[in-house]
């Protein structure tokens, strides 16, 4: 069986040389996301912009230079998080994804969630969060947790709608602060779960396990 490691440095090599969709005609470099295999948080963003698409890493322009400062705010270095994007290669002069694109891209996505099973999933900006939440409204729902095809997900406003609208900006702030009380309580589950079932029992869930679990209310949020 492969590891999380291996199959996420596949999909990373698959990625440099795709054709599935027409963004590949456009890009400098595809940009299949980077960070632990290990992570308990993932972020998924839009796409990769100007300077991700010259490096082939995402988030290293200025909106990902508030990322930055969000993850260091909780402690977080990139090293310890996953990030990614709906869709691997830069839209023409940064327009938004099209739907057939992020069709052709979902596949690898989905990949990388599986190999990595992070506790928390956090979607950026309105087009990650159209994958686990649907039609709602980002205004409406930006810093809930809920669970979804078995991940504990929280959609957040891009960080890029931060740069230039200074409230966005607290808003972002106050949603990032908490991610530590989700992953806390998280584990604060796991661990009565655990102490539930004789030791020889305890097998690692998978996300299908999970989601059969009776859906529960996450008192915290
Ligand atoms: N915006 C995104 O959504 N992703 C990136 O990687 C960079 C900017
Ligand atoms: Fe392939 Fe995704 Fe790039 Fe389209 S955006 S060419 S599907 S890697």
Redesign the pocket.
């Known amino acids: 069986m492969m590891s999380s490691e291996e199959i996420l440095q596949e999909v990373a090599v698959e990625v440099s040389t795709c054709s599935r969709c027409k963004l590949c005609k456009g890009r400098t470099k595809a ?1 299949p996301g980077e960070g632990s295999p290990t992570a308990k948080i993932m972020f998924i ?5 100007y ?2 698409d010259k490096q082939a890493r ?4 200025p ?2 230079q508030f990322l930055d400062e969000l993850l260091a705010s909780i402690k977080l270095k990139r090293s310890d998080v996953f ?1 990614t ?1 709906v869709v691997k290669c830069r839209p023409p002069s940064n327009r938004d994804p099209e739907r057939d694109e992020m069709v052709a891209c979902n596949d690898y996505l989905d990949r990388q969630i599986a190999a990595i099973r992070p506790q928390v999933i956090v979607t ?2 309105r087009f990650s969060m159209s994958k686990f939440f649907g039609s709602e409204r980002i205004s409406a729902i930006h810093g809930r947790a809920r669970r979804k095809d078995g991940y504990l997900c929280i959609a957040m406003y ?3 709608a931060g740069l230039h609208d200074p409230s966005k900006k607290d808003v972002i702030r106050q949603d990032f602060k908490k991610i530590p009380l989700i992953i806390a309580e998280v584990e604060r589950r796991a661990a009565l779960r655990a102490a539930e079932q004789p030791a020889q029992t305890i097998v690692p869930t998978s996300p299908q396990q999970r989601e059969q679990e009776p859906p529960q209310q996450l008192s915290l949020f």
């Open positions: 940009v963003g839009e796409g990769p912009g300077h991700e995402p988030f290293v322009g909106a990902g990030i994007n950026l900006g891009h960080p890029a």
